[in-house]
């Protein structure tokens, strides 16, 4: 069945608002990541409206995940479209304002555990945070010179369920094995990945080109079958 990607503005705005109750300044642009055209538009009114961003976050993300000799060219392209060509594009616009203004920035990107282990057919998804994870090493040596870092954060499993727009949020439920595949013995939040974004933007200032993983250990724990 091919992929089709739906904007959801309700979403957007409702994230915008919870972030302003916080007691931050915020605003939402729907945009299309993957069109150098919106990303410009994007980052336009952010700085018109914010100022010039010393720090971005590339955290937008699609899969097409299907059963591989079904995935269409179409659908992968779409992915890479997002997840890379997109992370490309609003690091380069951000970095942009960044020199231009002469500010020592941060990018932090958002890759995965994927992007080195796989399940079944999750092709388009995995080589799109393969690719983040070295197009972070690269622009951290492109950018080096203008005191800008980059690094990323490879997470695990994530629970968002209720973390998502409130008309499609539901409380999660882990089973003691979900749990017990993780030696810190629960499955991560965006709590998790926030703290280590924060880390890398704001306390890593001897960081650059690095992936973190974040994945409650998940990843190095051996498991055998009985």
């Known amino acids: 069945m091919p992929f089709r990607l739906q904007a959801d503005d309700k979403a957007g705005r409702e994230a915008a608002a ?3 109750a916080l007691g931050a300044q915020v605003i939402f642009v729907r945009t299309d990541i993957a069109r150098e055209r919106d ?7 952010t700085v018109a409206k914010l100022g010039c961003p010393d720090v971005l976050v590339n955290n937008a993300g699609i899969d097409a995940n299907g059963p591989f000799l079904k995935l269409t060219a179409n659908d992968f392209d779409r992915v890479i479209g997002v997840n890379l060509r997109g992370t490309f594009l609003c690091s380069q616009a951000a970095a942009r304002q960044m020199v231009k203004h002469k500010l020592r920035g ?6 995965s555990t994927r992007a080195f282990m796989s399940e079944p057919n999750t092709e388009a998804y ?3 945070k393969g690719g983040i994870a070295a197009l972070t090493h690269a622009m951290a040596m492109s950018l ?3 005191r800008i870092r980059v690094n990323c ?3 695990g499993w994530i629970e968002v369920g209720d973390w998502q727009y409130s008309r ?3 409380k999660p ?9 993780h030696p810190v013995g629960r499955v991560g939040t965006p709590d998790d990945i926030a703290e280590a974004c924060l880390f890398l933007a704001e306390h890593a200032s001897f960081m650059t080109g690095q992936n973190i993983i974040v994945d409650g250990g998940m990843s190095v724990k051996m498991i055998y079958q009985d």
């Open 168 to 170: 499609r949020a539901k």
């Open 153 to 155: 954060i490879s997470p």
């Open 173 to 181: 439920h882990h089973s003691k094995t979900d749990r017990e595949q």
């Open 106 to 111: 941060a990018l932090v990107n958002i890759a």
């Open 126 to 128: 995995s080589a799109s």
């Open 144 to 146: 080096a010179e203008h």
């Open 18 to 20: 919870r972030i302003e």
């Open 39 to 45: 990303v410009a538009a994007w980052m336009s009114e």
